[in-house]
């Protein structure tokens, strides 16, 4: 069953801590996005992927760091430098040869 | 999403049409999409639009005029179930990305 997987579906931090999403892909495509969803503000691009051990910078990449050292996992780090993490982070992945986007469930992360 | 305008809310009964509209900076237009999404769930394809004209997918059509940077959703038969967020994406030059907007709220009632 292929599909994109994020979990969890809710994550608690305190702030000052740093907290990493995951998000794993079984579709054998070749990018990854991670997007930031706030109320009123659509998705936001934090950051995206190509192919393996390649990434580059969204329009909101400060206080997050990525890494994508397999095909199929593309996890997101949320820095204490980020300043306003509570938001809803969605995960995405693209087939090389087409332009639709595939997303994942989603993780609320919530920060006090 | 800079560039992209579409209404922030709307609201319609069940069994009518709403349109709900997108305009988009033509400059690197390489296309056009329009996902719904239920509240705290992830978008899911509705429409891809490519040329200038009408597709329609039964209760669902979408509309693009490339020169006017100008596209529309078109929802008939309105049900219960169509109350959602619409989010509209164009894909800039690179194919790469996508840009959206800050997505349409649509309220159905009885």
């Known amino acids: 069953d292929g599909g994109i997987t994020q979990s969890p579906k809710y994550l608690f931090r305190k702030e000052g801590q740093n907290v990493t999403l995951s998000c794993e892909q079984n579709?054998?495509?070749?990018?990854m996005y991670w997007y930031r969803q706030d109320p009123g503000q659509g998705l936001r691009l934090i950051y995206y992927s190509q192919i393996v051990n390649d990434f580059q910078k969204g329009d909101i990449a400060e206080g997050y760091s990525v890494s994508r050292e397999k095909k199929e996992s593309f996890p997101l780090t949320v820095t204490s430098a980020q300043k306003n993490p509570t938001a809803f982070y969605l995960c995405?992945?693209?087939?090389?040869?087409?332009?639709?986007?595939?997303f994942g469930p989603g993780t609320r992360l919530t920060v006090t | 999403g800079q560039n992209i305008d579409q209404p922030t809310e709307m609201t319609a009964t069940e069994g009518a049409i709403v349109q709900i509209n997108c305009t988009y900076q033509t400059s690197g237009f390489n296309g056009l999409f329009w996902y719904q999404q239920h509240a705290g769930e992830a978008p899911t394809f509705l429409s891809y639009n490519v040329l200038d004209g009408l597709e329609e997918k039964g209760r669902f059509s979408s509309f693009l005029s490339r020169s006017k940077g100008y596209s529309y959703l078109l929802l008939k038969e309105l049900q219960m179930k169509d109350s959602a967020s619409y989010l509209c994406?164009?894909?800039?030059?690179?194919?790469?990305?996508?840009?959206f907007g800050k997505g349409t709220m649509l309220l159905v009632s009885p």
């Open positions: 995405a992945s693209r087939d090389g040869g087409t332009v639709e986007q595939y």
């Open positions: 579709l054998n495509h070749d990018a």
């Open positions: 994406a164009d894909v800039p030059s690179g194919y790469s990305t996508l840009t």
